[in-house]
Nanobody, 131 residues
Framework: QVLVTESGGGLVQAGGSLRLSCKLS????????????IGWFRQAPGKEREGVAC????????DYADSVKGRFTISRDNPEKTGNLQMNSLNAEDTATYYC????????????????????WGHGAIVTVSS
């Protein structure tokens, strides 16, 4: 069983920054973290979930969602088995629950969405941006 655990959410003022992290655990011994694509999604109250950033198992980042482009940066730390999302210049529209997802199959789309049949999800980290 693969566990995906997010951390780093919280309350921040508009214009501020937050860094979310996503750790994978429970990997079988024959699997490694570099077998996994990592994606970040968010869901604001009353809205559908949207993908915002994705990084392939090889470290490639095709692009970001237009809503976060130039402000958010996705990265991965393979020895720590962690994916990160650095969020800068936050505004009220960024308020949402942020979910990390991991997949061994699938791909990162050109709009920054992790697309796969076998997504493993975290429980989410709440980010609130006060204006």
């Amino acid at each position: 069983q693969v566990l995906v655990t997010e951390s780093g959410g919280g309350l921040v003022q508009a214009g501020g920054s937050l860094r979310l992290s996503c750790k994978l655990s429970g990997l079988y011994s024959r699997w490694t973290f570099t077998d996994w694509h990592i994606g970040w999604f968010r869901q604001a109250p009353g809205k559908e979930r949207e993908g915002v950033a994705c990084i392939t198992r090889g470290g490639l980042i095709p692009d970001y969602a237009d809503s976060v482009k130039g402000r958010f940066t996705i990265s991965r730390d393979n020895p720590e088995k962690t994916g990160n999302l650095q969020m800068n210049s936050l505004n009220a529209e960024d308020t949402a629950t942020y979910y990390c997802a991991a997949a061994q199959t699938g791909y990162c789309s050109r709009s920054g969405v992790l697309t796969a049949d076998d997504l493993y999800w975290g429980h989410g980290a709440i980010v609130t941006v006060s204006s």
